[in-house]
Nanobody
Framework: QVQLVESGGGLVQPGGSLRLSCAAS????????MGWYRQAPGKQRELVAA???????NYADAVKGRFTISRDNTKSTVYLQMNSLKPEDTAVYYC?????????WGRGTQVTVSS
């Protein structure tokens, strides 16, 4: 069983920055594809960024150049650095771990971008 706990969300003004963290329990972290997803009210959950064990990242077009995903396998933690935040980035952000046939989700952390 894997547990994922997100932190770092909050209220920020447009143009500001936040750093999300996701701490994972269990032993699969270093072999898992880690990802951040988000879900805005009335919208489907969408992939924001992902980082496989090899470290080749991919990003949604909407966040390219503004968000950076990284992982620290020694701490079993994945991060999402979010810069130049926009009101349309407002959503609940979820951490995800994919390993073999299994997919695990955190409970999410709210990010609100508003003046």
């Amino acid at each position: 069983q894997v547990q994922l706990v997100e932190s770092g969300g909050g209220l920020v003004q447009p143009g500001g920055s936040l750093r999300l963290s996701c701490a994972a329990s269990g032993t699969i972290f270093s072999a898992a594809v880690m990802g951040w997803y988000r879900q805005a009210p009335g919208k489907q959950r969408e992939l924001v960024a992902a980082i496989p064990p090899g470290g080749n990242t991919n990003y949604a077009d909407a966040v390219k150049g503004r968000f950076t995903i990284s992982r620290d396998n020694t701490k079993s933690t994945v991060y999402l650095q979010m810069n130049s935040l926009k009101p349309e980035d407002t959503a609940v952000y979820y951490c995800n771990a994919k390993y073999a046939v299994w997919s695990y989700w955190g409970r999410g952390t709210q990010v609100t971008v508003s003046s």
